[in-house]
């Protein structure tokens, strides 16, 4: 079983995103677009810090526990698994923020890239 590594200083505490609800209501639904977009992009900022985190944490890992001439390779399984979770978790603020520049046609645009990053990653990883 593997530990998870401490968390990040990159995460998005809940005062942030109180902070966020407080500034949309004090400016009005008229910058309602900005104070989402502004959030979404802390979220991606903390998630790509997590996975990035992980990582490092996995691959020190593999560096540690292989002998030198071997080389671990990553069980299919586990590779779907890990881009699954990224891949509905990268979901939502993509979607928001699909969904704010072009509605519905957005949130399509959105979901067809993370589907195709998703087949690309686990094919190429397959080959």
């Known amino acids: 079983m593997t530990t998870v590594p401490a968390r ?7 005062d942030d995103i109180a902070t966020s609800l407080k500034t949309s209501r004090e400016l009005g639904p008229d910058y309602d677009d900005a104070v989402a977009a502004s959030l979404a992009e802390h979220l991606e900022a903390a998630i790509d810090a997590r996975v990035r985190a992980e990582v490092a944490h996995q691959l020190t890992q593999i560096k540690t526990t292989a002998h030198p001439t071997q080389r671990r ?4 399984s586990v590779l779907r698994l890990v ?3 990224l891949c509905l978790v990268a979901a939502i603020p993509v979607t928001i923020v ?6 519905g046609a957005g949130v399509l645009v959105a979901f067809a890239g993370i589907i195709g990053f998703y087949l690309v990653t686990v094919w190429g990883a397959d080959r």
Do not use: F, Q, S
């Not at 990040?8 to 809940?14: D, E, G, I, S």
């Not at 390779?73 to 299919?76: A, C, F, K, M, Q």
């Open 73 to 76: 390779r990553v069980d299919g």
């Open 8 to 14: 990040t200083t990159a995460h998005l505490p809940t």
């Open 83 to 85: 881009m699954g979770i």
């Open 98 to 103: 699909g969904g704010y520049v072009a509605d």
